[in-house]
């Protein structure tokens, strides 16, 4: 495979990946009650949580692979 289709590939699971942890994170907020701006607020803290936690891993496995 080469290895810019293994790199979008990689790049769109984790985009979403984020998104529905997002989304799921917005509809058990609004579940437990919360208004629409808190569940809104708590579903963009998980999106940017997993993209953050996606590029932390990225950057440990390139310092290892190199």
Do not use: D, H
């Not at 990946?17 to 998980?46: D, E, F, H, M």
Request: charged share 5%; proline share 2%.
């Amino acid at each position: 495979m080469n290895r810019l289709a293994s790199v979008l590939l990689a790049v769109a699971v984790v985009v979403l990946t984020a998104v529905i942890s997002a989304a799921t994170a917005g509809k058990l907020a609004r579940l437990a009650g919360a208004s629409y701006p808190n569940a809104l607020l708590g579903a963009a803290a998980a999106f940017v949580t997993v993209l953050t936690l996606a590029a932390a891993i990225a950057t440990a496995l390139s310092e290892l692979l190199t």
